[in-house]
């Protein structure tokens, strides 16, 4: 009994451990290869870049040209998009009704210095008779006030001819300073109202201002670059045109605005480019180029190829020392041809995936190719 009970105790061990050795062999068979990939290992590198801020281009100089008195047009002596000069006259409105004024307050001027001549002989003549005794105090005081009296009607009548004189000139508009006119847009005979009807507008094209957005935390970089008189000779500053091209003129920082926006975190910096050819328009949206070339700092490079995009987010894989992939989110910044720095989230020397990416989930069994020294 014994006997028997031993051998069937063997008999099914025997197939226990044949049935577990064949299922061990069935799972090796299922289970799929490492994923060969390749990789890069990453260093920190020198490099010369631009930093790009997107830029509106102004005038440094402007001004709305307003009528200053209500008449109807009756000059226009300019071309729309001409070049005027300094003085030059602009416009003329109708200066009949404003010459006549003028004239009429010369002659009010006129009648008081003759009221104050009489007055004034009069004053000296009961002054004369007052010493003699000849004539009543009171005749004497009232001749000294009508004296007083008549010399403010001069001055009012003074005041008032200056006041219709510039009234008449005011009539004519001329040029505050050299620049582009635009488009009128009165035509003669119309009727301009003072101080309301817009006329055209005037701006500086030579040189053209640039302003952009400065973030907060960049201050103290573009306070360096106002005060380094080398970044004028340097191509420091540069534009990217809207058609992708760039604007062949460097330019230099003329100011930074007196604060910052509380709410944006930004400050205002205003660049100057030469603007010989008048390529640059006001109001034209282009994009600043700052040369980023500190040969003192070492940036971490890596391809971009190995970057992959979740969400806005961005990540690579990097191989650890078990050949596993692990997925590694990073802080992009500038893109440099086929590379780009990384701010944050990998560690010089490490291996990251850079072909086969794409077949690779977070912790999978990688079998590495040859390394890519880039």
């Known amino acids: 009994m014994k006997n028997r009970t031993l051998q069937l105790f063997i008999v099914f061990s025997c197939a226990f451990i044949i049935f577990s050795c064949s299922e061990k062999k069935k799972d090796e068979k299922q289970k799929p290869p490492p994923t060969v990939v390749n990789v890069y290992q990453v260093k920190k590198e020198s490099a010369v870049y631009y930093d790009e801020y997107p830029a509106t281009v102004a005038a440094l100089n402007q001004v709305d040209l307003r009528a200053e008195v209500t008449g109807y047009i009756t000059g226009i002596f300019f071309t ?3 070049h005027v000069r300094k003085g030059q006259k602009l ?3 109708d200066r009949q009704q404003f010459q ?3 004239d009429q307050s010369v002659a009010n001027l006129n009648v008081s210095k003759a009221n104050l001549a009489k007055a004034q002989q009069d004053a000296d003549r009961y002054n004369d008779l007052l010493k003699q005794d000849a ?11 009508d004296l007083q009296s008549a010399k403010m009607q001069v001055e009012a009548a003074k005041s008032n001819v200056r006041n219709v004189q510039a009234t008449v000139k005011y009539s004519a508009i001329y040029a505050s300073f050299a620049g582009t006119i635009g488009i009128s847009q009165v035509k003669m005979g119309a009727l301009v109202t003072a101080n309301q ?3 055209n507008t005037i701006s500086s094209e030579d040189p053209m201002a640039v302003d952009i957005a400065v973030d907060q935390k960049e201050i103290p970089r573009f306070i360096q670059l106002q005060q380094n ?18 604007y062949p003129q460097t330019g230099k920082v003329s100011f930074i605005d007196r604060a910052v926006d509380p709410q944006t975190g930004t400050i205002k910096a205003r660049l100057v480019f030469a603007n010989p050819k008048n390529i640059l328009k ?8 700052i040369k980023n070339n500190n040969t003192d700092s070492l940036f971490m490079l890596i391809p971009y190829k190995a970057v992959t995009e979740q969400m806005g987010e961005y990540f690579v894989f990097v191989v650890n020392d078990s050949s596993k992939a692990i997925q590694h989110k990073i802080l992009l910044g500038t893109i440099i041809n086929d590379k780009v720095i990384v701010k944050q989230g990998l560690n010089e020397g490490d291996k990251i995936v850079t072909d086969g990416a794409q077949k690779l989930k977070d912790s999978t069994t990688v079998q590495i190719g040859s390394p890519k020294k880039q």
Not at 229 to 246: A, E, M
Not at 282 to 289: E, K, L
């Open 80 to 82: 729309d998009g001409q």
């Open 91 to 93: 416009y003329d409105i």
């Open 100 to 102: 006549a004024n003028y």
């Open 135 to 145: 004539i009543a105090k009171q005749v004497y005081d009232h001749a000294m006030a």
């Open 197 to 199: 009807t817009l006329l």
């Open 229 to 246: 008189p080398s970044i004028v000779k340097d191509s420091v500053f540069t534009l990217r045109l809207p058609d992708n091209s760039i």
């Open 282 to 289: 006001a109001g034209m949206n282009t994009n600043v180029r």
